[in-house]
Nanobody, 122 residues
Framework: VQLQASGGGLVQPGGSLRLSCAAS?????????MGWYRQAPGKQRELVAS???????NYVDSVKGRFTISKDITKNTMYLQMDDLKPEDAAVYYC????????????????WGQGTLVTVSS
């Protein structure tokens, strides 16, 4: 199982970025919950947004209304659209897949992408 995160970069406050998480070795259709986490220097890793196998999404309060999580099953890729970025959004962003459905059972995979750096600065 491999997750490849990409799309980070330098953006000015108020700008937008779209992060991608391409999966290989699994079909994201069968993943129980996929999520985006972030970790800023000196801070703990936090869950930013998640999306279930039934496309139910959840967001941390600080990004509600600005970030949108989505999946494209045909591309086996998860996305995080980030709008109206703020300096406090700067961090390394990681994608994650928790468990896999197979024949009606859940199997733990706990797969992480390598991280992509988002810098928000003028």
């Amino acid at each position: 199982v491999q997750l490849q995160a990409s799309g980070g970069g330098l953006v000015q406050p108020g700008g937008s970025l779209r992060l991608s998480c391409a999966a290989s070795g699994i079909s994201i259709f069968n993943v129980n919950v996929m999520g985006w986490y972030r970790q800023a220097p000196g801070k703990q890793r936090e869950l930013v947004a998640s999306i279930s196998n039934r496309d139910k999404s959840n967001y941390v309060d600080s990004v509600k209304g600005r970030f949108t999580i989505s999946k494209d099953i045909t591309k086996n890729t998860m996305y995080l659209q980030m709008d109206d970025l703020k300096p406090e959004d700067a961090a390394v962003y990681y994608c994650h897949a928790d468990m896999l459905w197979n024949a009606g059972e859940l199997f733990n995979i706990d797969a992480w992408g390598q991280g992509t750096l988002v810098t928000v600065s003028s």
